[in-house]
């Protein structure tokens, strides 16, 4: 392992984990990994090739050498621009259906690991605080309401000229919570140390700048070595 700064940002679906992410790790000049993303593309990848979502050791295989690259805040697997594919919710609900699979996430370990550089790094997913980066220097727990998780996410659908249905918003993102809370490995909980942070009544704005200032606090009370 090395030493570079490591902020970690875990929560259930559309808690804000993307958008705040994405923009601390831009106002620090860090790099950023989204984690669900490597799920997604492992999933979309096994339709593509026809495999079940229950072939543990076939999709392992996929996983650990995913032909996928991001470029531009385009993701590519292969030489496709699959960058609306897999954010689509049958792909979200397909990604837990892998994520499961204890072989599945161990073939992904190393690829997460990997996104660790100079100066540092932002990190989203489920358990990027627990599991990849339990030495990070900042943990973070999002959360919301469902309520407000299912009309963000609604929103997010409507702005990209997807249509979708309330209803079944909710059903998914209850049975995707369901899922990914309980599952043996890895399952979706606060890391132990990290900070919960609820954005029910909150600007994606105010998250940013409560983590911002959660990092700044960690930098000035860490022991100079
Ligand atoms: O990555 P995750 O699924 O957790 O969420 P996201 O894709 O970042 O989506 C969250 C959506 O809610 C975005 O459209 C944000 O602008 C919005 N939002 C937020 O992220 N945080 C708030 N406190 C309020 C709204
Ligand atoms: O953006 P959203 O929260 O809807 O989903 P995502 O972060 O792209 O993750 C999609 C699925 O991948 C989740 O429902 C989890 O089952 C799984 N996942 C995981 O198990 N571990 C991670 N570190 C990230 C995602």
Not at 38 to 47: E, S, V
Not at 95 to 116: C, M, N, T, Y
Request: hydrophobic content about 45%.
């Amino acid at each position: 392992t090395n030493k570079y700064a490591v902020i970690t940002i875990d929560g259930p679906t559309a808690s804000g984990k993307g958008t705040v992410a994405h923009r601390v790790a831009k106002h620090l000049g860090f790099h950023y990994l989204d984690s669900g993303a490597l799920y997604r593309l492992t999933a979309l990848m096994a339709q593509r090739k026809n495999i079940s979502l229950d072939d543990e050791a076939s999709i392992a295989v996929l996983a650990r050498a995913l032909p996928c690259r991001f470029v531009h805040g385009h993701v590519m697997l292969e030489d496709d621009d699959v960058t609306d594919d897999v954010r689509a919710e049958a792909i979200g609900v397909a990604a837990s259906r892998i994520a499961v699979l204890p072989e599945v996430r161990k073939a992904l370990v190393d690829l997460q690991l990997s996104f660790r550089n100079a100066p540092g790094l932002v990190a989203d997913g489920r358990d990027m605080g627990s599991v990849i980066f339990p030495d990070a220097s900042l943990k973070i727990f999002l959360t919301a309401s469902a309520e407000a998780r299912a009309s963000r996410r609604y929103k997010q659908l409507i702005e990209k000229g997807i249509s979708a249905n309330m209803e079944d918003l909710v059903k998914d993102l209850m049975e995707r919570d369901a899922r990914d809370s309980t599952r043996a490995a890895a399952p979706l909980k606060p890391a132990s140390g990290a900070i919960i942070l609820d954005t029910s009544e909150i600007t994606a704005e105010q998250a940013v700048n409560q983590v911002l200032e959660w990092y700044a606090e960690a930098q000035e009370s860490k022991p100079s070595q």
